[in-house]
């Protein structure tokens, strides 16, 4: 097999339309040529804006294809890569997710920006109630922050049911702050969740991938994290991880502003729970 054999079903697929494509569909075909492995990471947003293409565009090439979305599109694409790519036998499995691990905290903290942290860490000492939106994966790590901040004494709800989501974003206020956990910023309930809030004029704050997204457009601050994740590796432990860092610097600093408070809430909790130890 040639070095373009895992491009060959995707490409073949590409060239047999090729005759139905309009100017721009032509344009995002060579960037997809070009950039294959590239695109496996990129959202709509994110290729729509480096092809200088509309998102609607990108979905007609897609569909002109026979996929159903661009999700659909690069599932493709990862199914055609993951069974092409050979491991390194100089790394085992253990080797290389604590690697991914460690790059993902590492590639995390170079995108933070302290100033927009402090703000976040502001907005959420001084809000009146803290509501967390996050599904799936991404509603585990706003468990989390629950746990945290219950610690401390600061109340705090998640909700991961879609549904719950936008009910509950219609009786925010602006002493509310919403945090929306969404590894890539296109999740349609989140982002439809956030756009209820922001009617209401709660203050949000996007804990996300990407700087370019629909959940960003309703967002007050975004706070990046760097866990690439193409469609078979969704939900992995990896790109909780970085969500889990960000999460732990906002606890950590609501922490440091409260700290007598937040050392008496720990030391009633320790008092509390030390019941349930044998």
Excluded at 23 to 42: A, G, N
Excluded at 89 to 109: F, G, L, P, R
Excluded at 154 to 180: F, G, L, Y
Excluded at 249 to 262: K, R
Aim: neutral net charge; hydrophobic residues 35%.
């Amino acid at each position: 097999m040639n070095n373009h054999g895992e491009q060959l079903k995707l490409t073949i697929l590409m060239e047999q339309n090729k005759n139905t494509f309009t100017k721009s569909e032509h344009k995002l075909h060579q960037y997809v040529l070009e950039r294959f492995e590239e695109v496996l990471y990129q959202s709509l947003t994110e290729i729509s804006i480096a092809c200088n293409l509309g998102e609607a565009t990108v979905l007609r090439f897609c569909r002109k294809l026979g996929f159903k979305g661009y999700q659909d599109f690069k599932f493709s694409l990862a199914q055609e890569l993951s069974s092409q790519q050979k491991t390194n036998n100089n790394e085992t499995y253990i080797d290389k997710i604590k690697s991914n691990m460690t790059q993902v905290i590492a590639d995390t903290h170079e995108l933070l920006d302290a100033d927009t942290l402090q703000q976040g860490i502001d907005k959420i000492s001084n809000a009146d109630e803290v509501i967390v939106y996050g599904i799936s994966s991404s509603g585990i790590a706003g468990l989390d922050m629950k746990n945290r901040l219950m610690r401390i004494g600061k109340n705090i709800e998640v909700v991961t049911d879609p549904h719950n989501q936008v009910i509950r974003s219609v009786s925010v206020t602006d002493k509310t702050v919403v945090i929306a956990i969404s590894l890539t910023g296109s999740t349609k309930d989140i982002v439809d969740a956030v756009q209820e809030a922001k009617k209401n004029q709660a203050t949000v704050i996007a804990i996300t991938n990407y700087v370019k997204s629909p959940l960003s457009k309703y967002s007050d601050l975004i706070l990046l994290t760097s866990a690439k994740e193409n469609p078979l590796d969704s939900g992995s432990l990896v790109s909780k991880v970085s969500q889990l860092f960000v999460i732990d610097l906002l606890c950590t600093g609501i922490a440091m502003t409260q700290y007598e408070h937040a050392q008496q809430n720990k030391e009633m909790i320790a008092k509390s729970i030390s019941s349930k130890l044998y």
